[in-house]
């Protein structure tokens, strides 16, 4: 589902910025685009933290083989949170989860089967609130947070400066490779308020034409 506000963002960032003019124009209907539901997005984050695409696909498919068998085969199947949160630890070991990722998960689980984490009112929470609230799960941090918001909330405004790409291909753009301090940074992406998730999604595409989806 492309975000209701991105043919906007595109438009003006086109308009303001060179770069981005350019960058828009290169990736014509392409978009952000949301995949799962919450909870499905933010269990697929954390499983594949810190390891290979090809090991963690394996590891989600033996979660789902054994908490949601009937979705398995689903292109985009749901994880419910209920379910993993009964699971036993070593059912998450057995799945391949380190002892760490899986608590992580259980924790991730638990916060939603309580209602500690829940979406309905997500809506209600400006990007920092929803950032601090799901970083209080184990196993999130700050820029796991701020691609959830950005590729599940569709959120039109987010800037991760600690993502390495986005610092790289700002650097490459603006600044003939050079290095960058996050408050150049900072600075740079002040004429792409209040759509640096767009600026960011293109900037991207600029190092990996494939999009990025979670």
Known sequence: MKPRWWDEAAAELARR??????????????????????????????TGQQISVKAADAIWRRLLATAAPEAASKA?????PERVAALPPAA????GFSQRKAGY???????????????????????EALIGALVEVRGIGRWTAEMFLMFHELRPDVLPVGDLGLRN??????????AMTLDEIRAVAEAWRPWRSAATWY??????????EY
């Open 203 to 212: 900037l991207w595409r600029s190092l990996d034409p494939l999009p990025i």
């Open 169 to 178: 291909a700002i650097a490459q753009h603006y600044r003939r490779g050079a």
């Open 17 to 46: 910025d060179r770069v981005m003019r350019r960058l828009v124009r290169a990736y014509p209907g392409a978009s952000l685009k949301r995949r799962n539901d919450a909870f499905t997005a933010l269990a697929r984050a954390i």
């Open 92 to 95: 998450l070991r057995a799945a």
């Open 76 to 80: 985009f199947p749901r994880l419910a």
């Open 105 to 127: 998960l259980a924790d991730l689980a638990a916060h939603f089967a309580s209602g500690r984490l829940d979406p309905r009112g997500w809506k209600r929470l400006d990007d």
